[in-house]
């Protein structure tokens, strides 16, 4: 057996020594030594290194600890690979399942030919070589129905034999990303970057609608122009130098797309890709420029053959007529600027509105905008707008997903499909464009990621547009106001609802009618400004309409006060003023439910009533029954004799008709959340000191308890409520009118006026003296027909 090394051998050497008489042995049978160990200087055996020498007469073995240390050092720390892709199946992810629309392609060829315009124009400040004579800096886009192809040309930086390589040969490989990075090593970058590029993967977007793409390029920093080719199912492609002398281009790049059978008639229509760069690249700072169809008016002369006997006219003497004819020639696509990209101070208020209208197709002027520029941990340029009238349809009104919001990263349109990442459902009728450099995508560049970024956002537009439209109710002309409530006003009412938040904000906007402003809408403000000293609250009722409320039974002792009441008469309302609940530190108190104080009460006089009237009120509430909670002495009536009220935390009558009028309302919370109704009397009423007279002499009266009945059942339909049995109710009515007009006239029963053994032909005959007169006889002088 060979000797045992120790793992504590000191890193140096290890010496093992024999005479002469024992080298044969120990090279015979130590596992460290080859049979040729004495040949050869480096041995090494189990992953040890050995080295062996001669010392004298001695062998000496030198065993590597530093090996044994290497060795342990790479198995702890584990070995490297590298990541490998199988290309054909990467391309087909970023084919299929990148992007959500066809379309997008043109976006993302157009950006990258804005970029390598920026970069050339970058470059060319540096070194104006670059440009030489090769044209101004542009984008030409030219669709081909006939060959189904369409073709992106651009004047931009081009690209070497070599710069294709790495550029569409290395997927997810992004030159503008990597040119950014270069200049930020240098220390170049100015403050004004609008490059696009981040992913490297926006130019194979092209095979979405293409089974083969075609790049022609040529790079001011070489003589050679190079074509680069690849097919959508090719894992491939192919770079060869362009040697026809008809496709040399100057400078730049075009890129050929031989679109699929199924894209051909969309994407070759030249009103189609026109549309398209108006959509997405609108505002790239560079002119584009599409192929189309036009029309122009010219003269020819007519071509007739003269008739027999007629001579042939002069050239000069022939008749003309005018044609149309078409032709076809470049158009600008993108005329409209970028306008929140200019100084405020600069852009005029017909500008804005002009920019409106062409953005989103409108034929009204804004009510109101604002143009702002936001700065620090965000930086981002808006201008948003508050439209001139509601839109037409009212599924609409309260639509999160409405594309009234524009996203630009650099000026490129990413999306208007938000569903309330940008601006919460109620302020979903701004209109506007938002345009950052740095925003959260997705690599398609279609969806915004859900970040602090863009909660950011939107705090602060949602706060730009709370200045705005403060703005415009603070303004000297009230009529641009009043059109804002009239179309958006329910829009800030269910703010009140689902942006607790900002009610703050919200508040001074609402606008209401009162009982003292019947004709004009009045805010909080006014009616805080209109209280007098004592009182401690801001009283409202709901109704169905202005007239209900000004004729409600709940408002006769507070009008008498001179204490103002705001009339809700729209559903949404009510439901709006209790997310509020307070402002200004005054409570919002609803008129028409129990417990209201009014200030300044009479405690002698209202002590003395209820002792009159306790018998009165148990002795209703007996008659009643369950149909209500209790009955009690009231302080809010004047002319009425009695009213019904809601309890404290139940629903008002208001919102039980509409919450009964919901179509997926659910019945069975409906009698829970209807809570209790609380009856009040008038003791100064006559009806109630009738009542009260037949409660203390005759309580088993017939007639009073039909009167109460009748008595609950008019107050249920004063305050707000429905009976439940509306015929029952007309039956009872019906009653008590006859009972009370019964021969009031001198009525005479037909048994009473008929004499039955007398015949009734001859009494009508004896008592029947009536005169018969003529028409003639009756003619006045003043008659117009007399004559």
Known sequence: MAPVLSRSLTPASVLFSSKSNTQNRLLSRSGFLHQNGLKSNNLSCSGLKLKVGKRGGSVVVKCEASAVAEKEGVEASGESFEYQAEVSRLMNLIVHSLYSHKEIFLRELVSNASDALDKLRFLSVTDPSLLGDAGELEIRIKPDPEKGTITISDTGIGMTREELIDCLGTIAQSGTSKFLNALKENKDLGSDNSLIGQFGVGFYSAFLVAEKVSVSTKSPKSDKQYIWEASADSSSYVIKEETDPEKQI????????????????????????????????????????????????????????????????????????????KYWDWELANETKPIWMRNPKEVERDQYNEFYKKTFNEFLDPLAYTHFTTEGEVEFRSVIYVPGMAPMNNEDVVNPKTKNIRLYVKRVFISDDFDGELFPRYLSFVKGVVDSNDLPLNVSREILQESRIVRIMRKRLVRKTFDMIQELADNENKEDYRKFWENFGKFIKLGCIEDTGNHKRITPLLRFFSSKSEDELICLDEYIDNMNEKQNAIYYIATDSLKSAKLAPFLEKLVQKDIEVLYLVEPIDEVAIQNLQTYKEKKFVDVSKEDLELGDTDEVKERENKQEYILLCDWMKQQLGDKV???????????????????????????????????????????????????????????????????????????????????????????????????????????????????????????????????????SESTNETEVVEPSEVRTETDPWST
Not at 253 to 274: A, C, G, H, N
Not at 671 to 689: A, L, T
């Open 629 to 763: 909670a209790k009955v009690q002495i009231s302080n809010r009536l004047s002319s009425s004799p009695c009213v019904l009220v809601s309890g404290k935390f139940g629903w008002s009558a208001n919102m039980e008709r509409l919450m009964k009028a919901q179509t997926l309302g659910d019945t069975s919370t409906l009698e829970f959340m209807r809570g209790r109704r609380i009856m009040e009397v008038n003791p100064d009423h006559p009806i109630i000191k009738d009542l009260n007279a037949a409660c203390k002499n005759a309580p088993e009266s017939s007639e009073a308890k039909r009167a109460v009945d009748l008595l609950y059942e008019t107050a249920l339909i004063a305050s707000g409520f429905t009976p439940d049995s509306p015929a029952e109710l007309g039956g009872k009515i019906y009653e008590m009118m006859a009972v009370a007009l019964g021969g009031k006239w001198g009525r005479v029963e037909e048994s009473e006026g008929v004499d039955s053994n007398v015949d009734p032909t001859i009494e």
């Open 250 to 325: 100057r400078r730049g790049t075009e890129i050929t797309l031989y679109l699929k059978d199924d894209d051909k008639y969309e994407f070759t229509e030249p009103s189609r890709v026109q549309g398209l760069v108006k959509n997405y690249s609108q505002f790239v700072s560079f002119p584009i420029y599409t192929w189309q169809e036009k029309s122009r008016t010219v003269e020819v002369e007519e071509e007739e053959e003269p008739k027999e006997g007629e001579e042939t006219p002069p050239e000069g003497e022939k008749k003309k007529k005018t044609i149309t004819e």
